[in-house]
């Protein structure tokens, strides 16, 4: 029997996911408190034109515009966005923990995936591949309120077999792995 329609209500989760340089997945980090996993698919388009009409149209260059948005992040989310190294000194009570970016380090591509429930019991999962920051990544500290961290990017699709992104329905809910 086909899974019926549903409609998709609240953001569950949201994992980074490294990719190293083979563009293997790597081991997911939480993105804590999510609060908002945007995407749009753009593409450009080229028109040939003649005798005041449109003679045909070709699209290339798919991409999946992505934003984020959760209450606060850990250092490690923070570097499958921004790239940079995360370091742990001392022991519990005095441990000390760092994060370290040099200017001569780039972003890195990752993968995102986000789960949102659904009315019926199932939920739906939305996988972009081969994302890379290259918008602004944000942080707010305001008095009486809790971290606020953004990022947006760009979603340019796997090179060994071009799928750009992944809409994935279960009709049994699904946690991220």
Request: glycine share 12%; proline share 3%.
């Amino acid at each position: 029997m086909p899974l019926a329609n549903t409609l998709q209500f609240g953001l569950r989760d949201v994992r980074l996911y490294p990719l190293n340089s083979s563009g293997a997945r790597g081991t997911g980090v939480d993105l804590p408190v999510s609060r908002t996993f945007s995407f749009k698919e753009t593409v450009s388009s080229e028109q040939l034109e003649g005798d005041d009409v449109v003679i045909a149209a070709h699209d290339y260059n798919p991409l999946v515009e992505w934003e984020l948005e959760a209450g606060g992040i850990s250092f490690e989310a923070y570097a499958v966005l921004a790239g940079g190294t995360v370091t742990s000194t001392g022991t519990t009570p005095a441990q000390v923990k760092t994060y370290s970016k040099l200017n001569t380090q780039s972003r890195p591509y990752f993968e995102v995936e986000g789960q949102a429930i659904s009315d019926s019991g199932g939920d739906m999962h939305c996988v972009v591949y081969r994302c890379k920051a290259d918008g602004d990544l944000e942080g707010s500290f305001e008095n009486g309120s809790f971290l606020m961290s953004k990022g947006a990017g760009k979603g340019y699709g796997r090179t060994d077999n071009n799928k750009l992104y992944d809409f994935v329905q279960n009709e049994t809910a699904v946690s991220i792995t």
